[in-house]
Structures are given as C-alpha cells and as structure tokens.
C-alpha cells in the first residue's frame, strides 16, 4: 500500500550530486564539521556541530520585540533585521566554536518552506560563505529539521511518528529515514501558533501587566493557569472529519465572537482588557491542545493498523514552537500513555527556530551523502514545499473512529 523507499519531487539535486567535498581535504576531513543557518522567519540562528551532535558554539538574533510591537510579523521588516544580522551571528558561532572556516565540512542552511524574503536572505548569504571557502552546500528542509533534532540529543531510531506544531506549521508524520517522510496530516488554514497569536492580539495580552513581553503563545500559556475553561468553553473543530488534518480558523472565529459578547456584556471597548481574560485564554489553549491531540490519536492508530511503527516501543516526536507549550505536552502524554508509545520532546530552546537544529540536520545528511551539493550549483528557495509523501488521502479513507479518551488535564 505504501510505497518502500520515498522520492522526494523537492530533493534538490539529490541524484545528481550524492555527495561532494573539495578534492583538496579529502573525504575523512570533509565530514568533521558543519555550520547551520536558519532564516525561515523571524530568528537568525547559526550554529557549528560536529558529527556526534555536539555544539561547538551557536548564535541566535530573535526579532520577536520588534514584530510584538508592530502586531505581528512583517515579511519585509523580517527581511532586512535577518540582512543586518545575519553576518554577525554567523560569525559569533565560528568564533565561539572555534573553528575556522576552512575546517568546516559543509554549509547546511534552511531553504524551504517559510517566509520568501527571510528564506532570500539566508540562502543567498550561505551560499556567498560555501563558495568563498570552496565548501559542500546542503539545502534544508525546515520541518525535516525539527522532526529530526531529538535524534541530536538521544538515540531514536527509525521509523517514529512526529506532530510538528509551530507558528506556521502543523503536520503528523511518520519519520523513516533522514529523507524519508509519509505526510499523514496538515494544516487546512492556519496554523495553531498563528492561531494563538492572534487571539492574544485580539485579547490585547500586550497590555496585559504579566504579558507585554510574551509572545502570544507565552502569554496565553501563562494567563490559563489562572483560568476555568468551563466558563467559555469552545468546541473541538473537526468533530466529525475522520482524518489528521488540522483547522484552527474556525476555532478563531468562534473565539472572537465570544469575546464580542463580552466586550458588550462589560460594556467595555475592543483594545481593553476583559475581566475574564483568564478564562478565555484557559479554554482557548485545552481546545487547540484536545485539536492537537484527538488528531495525533487518530495518526497513531493508523500507523499501528498499517504497521508503520514498531512494534516494540513506539515513539511520537513532538517538536515546533509550540510544543514548548507545557499544556500540550500533557495533552499528548494522555494519548501516548493510552496508546502504549512513548512521548519525546526536545527541550525549549531546540523547539523553536534555531542554527542548532539545521546544523545537525547538515550532519544527518553528510553521514549518508545525501544532499551533499558542490558550492557553485544555484539552489532556489521554496516558500511552500511538501514534506514527503502525501497519505492523508489514505487516512481519511480509513475513516477511523476515535474511542473516547477524557482529555483532564493537569494544569
């Protein structure tokens, strides 16, 4: 039913050039090192790693007061602090590794999916550094990155299953190779940070006292603790679709009409804080977490009936920005627990965006030469790329029923 090895349509000229490094080092010195670059939104990370995943220094530039204070992200003001910035942080990773460029094996940097002009920005960059010092360029898709960054801190072998959760994402997976994917399910519209986000500005958190240097995600996190999501509870979206694609728009509209009626009960206008606040961001988070989790459910029991996950000891990869969620975290272990898998999460700071994460999967690909490209081949970026191959069709088809889980979850 499913296919034993993927082809991947967006492998950038993985046939052609299988692996590659300058004749001048030899194969032995060309797979010691390699500097990630990441770009895809609104962080500058880069970082140097050695092939057992050890971080020999890193640098992070974080946009994130900027875009607080502008209400969100603006591709073109991304754009230029990613061109300001990008040289500095490159440089503060070499030097607090200490390794000079001509030891480096490879440049493995983002190139797809993301934002187009931050992507432009890190891939024409990482390219100028790979042919100026004659090194192997290894382009990256961003979500194979963080599906694979738990490998970076703990041994897991393939195949798993991965929920990838972020500002602009959400898929399931089953991850069986470093290149090797079977999408299960996606985003239909946006994606649960985005989701978060939003509902924060509406909320406008950033006037809140404990919020107004949070992200939105952060901010609703920490303002449901306080909360009682049964006093404006919200359904699940997607009750009654029996397959493991997301949709959060819905949940969003239903959000704000909720807090349309609220204004008017307290008689209070849209840019003021609501005395129940609390609440709405309490039942807000266990719906995007029970979303999250009945679709993880329904993923894990058809991997289990098409044998795509070992019998022995299962493992669900949980990674993306959000899965720094703490709320979410205890969803899920709720369903692993049920379902007999084992939960794994990378710690915060390997969850959102970062140099790390690309390095390491830089190295993944150099074991296996996969991806190894010369300096002077022209890679293009790609706002919206695939990851694997697309069985959501099959899922869906499947039409599996879920048997009732209570989703109680500790706070």
Same mark, same amino acid.
């Given at each position: ?7 991947? #349509?967006?492998?950038?000229?993985? +046939? ?11 194969? =032995? ?16 990370? =880069? ?48 030097? %607090? ?36 010092? !004659? ?6 898709? $961003? ?20 929920? +990838? ?42 006037? $809140? ?21 049964? %006093? ?20 969003? !509209? ?6 349309? /009626? /609220? ?25 995007? =977490? ?34 720094? !969620? ?34 390491? !999967?830089?190295?993944?690909? +150099? %074991? ?6 010369? #300096? ?8 919206? =790329? ?26």
């Amino acid at each position: 039913m499913f296919p034993t090895k993927v082809k991947s #349509p967006h492998r950038l000229l993985h +046939l052609k050039h299988p692996f590659w490094c300058p004749p001048s080092l030899g194969k =032995a010195a060309c797979s010691r090192l390699v500097l990630g670059i990441e770009t895809s939104c609104d962080d500058t990370g =880069a970082a140097v790693l050695d092939e057992t995943g050890q971080i020999l220094g890193e640098s992070l530039h974080s946009q994130k007061e900027v875009h607080l204070r502008t209400g969100g992200i603006i591709p073109t003001v991304a754009q230029q602090l990613h061109r300001e910035h990008i040289e500095r942080v490159v440089q503060q990773a070499l030097e %607090r590794s200490g390794v000079e460029p001509s030891r480096l094996a490879a440049v493995a940097t983002t190139v797809k999916p993301g934002l187009a002009l931050s992507l432009a920005v890190g891939l024409r960059f990482s390219q100028t550094f790979a042919r100026q010092h !004659n090194k192997s360029f290894i382009p990256i898709h $961003h979500m194979e990155a963080h599906a694979l960054t738990v490998r970076m801190l703990q041994p897991v072998a393939f195949p798993f299953l991965v929920l +990838l959760v972020s500002g602009g994402h959400s898929l399931l997976a089953v991850a069986r190779g470093v290149d090797d994917f079977l999408l299960l399910g996606h985003a239909l519209d946006e994606a649960p940070g985005d989701t978060l986000d939003k509902v924060a500005r509406r909320l406008s958190l950033i006037k $809140h006292p404990q919020c107004s240097t949070l992200s939105g995600g952060q901010a609703i996190e920490l303002l449901a603790k306080d909360g009682d999501r049964m %006093r404006v509870p919200f359904r699940t979206p997607m009750g009654q679709t029996y397959d493991c694609c997301f949709s959060f728009a819905g949940l969003r !509209n239903q959000i704000n009409m909720m807090i349309k /009626k /609220k204004e008017a009960e307290e008689g209070i206008e849209q840019g003021d804080l609501l005395s129940c606040v609390n609440d709405i961001a309490a039942s807000t988070q266990h719906t995007v =977490a029970s979303h999250l989790a009945k679709r993880t459910h329904r993923a894990i029991l058809f991997c289990k009936a098409n044998g795509l996950l070992p019998s022995h000891s299962p493992t669900l990869v949980l990674s993306g920005g959000v899965a720094s !969620n703490q709320y979410i975290r205890k969803a899920l272990t709720i369903i692993t627990d049920t379902t007999g898998l084992r939960l794994l999460c990378p710690p915060a700071k390997f969850c959102t965006d970062n140099g790390v994460m690309i390095a390491w !999967n830089g190295v993944e690909r +150099l %074991r296996e030469g996969k991806g190894i490209l010369p #300096p002077d081949v022209d890679v293009s970026y790609e706002p919206k =790329a695939q990851l694997g191959v697309d069985l959501t069709a099959e899922v869906k088809a499947a039409a599996i029923k879920l048997p009732s889980v209570r989703m109680k979850i500790p706070t």
